[in-house]
């Protein structure tokens, strides 16, 4: 068994960040955290996370903005977890790069599956882009994120090239 997956949470409110640390933990994973946008940057390039939970209204640097910045250098896997939940701001954040938004409150049950089914979407991808057929694609969880979703659609039209 490799070692445990590290999750970057990137949130103001301590209370949240509490209890985000402490399923995770419980659940195997080493958790850092950020509680400004800024120092959530620099915490992304330095630790170099499997996973970012990241909130949008964060003093200093917005949620959009260190979507932004990850995205011009980084590709780990992004989910919002904000109150900034009506339909554009959820676009938005998507269209910018992250890979799923829960709003909130959330539950912890969602969280940790959304983290789930990310981890299996790129331990998938991975596999494909090495040249392995290590999973098929259609074993993966269907989650109803974006990136998930999408993973999902794209099976039903690369079918063979992908799957076993």
Do not use: W
Request: charged share 25%; glycine share 8%; net charge negative.
């Amino acid at each position: 068994m490799g070692e445990p997956k590290t999750v970057l949470i990137v949130e103001d409110e301590k209370n949240i960040v509490d209890i985000l640390r402490f399923n995770l933990q419980r659940e195997g994973y080493q958790t850092c955290e950020a509680y400004d946008g800024a120092d959530g940057l620099a915490k992304a390039r330095s630790e170099n996370p499997d996973l970012i939970l990241l909130d949008l209204m964060l003093p200093g640097l917005t949620g959009e903005e260190f979507i932004e910045q990850m995205r011009r250098k980084k590709t780990m896997p992004i989910i919002v977890l904000s109150a900034k939940a009506g339909l554009e701001s959820r676009v938005n954040v998507l269209k910018l790069g992250a890979d799923d938004f829960i709003p909130k409150p959330f539950d912890n049950a969602e969280v940790l599956a959304a983290q789930d089914a990310l981890s299996d979407f790129n331990a998938c991808l991975e596999a494909v882009q090495n040249g392995g057929k290590k999973q098929s694609l259609t074993a993966l969880p269907y989650y109803q994120g974006s990136t998930m979703h999408a993973l999902y659609q794209a099976n039903e039209v690369l079918g063979s090239r992908i799957d076993q």
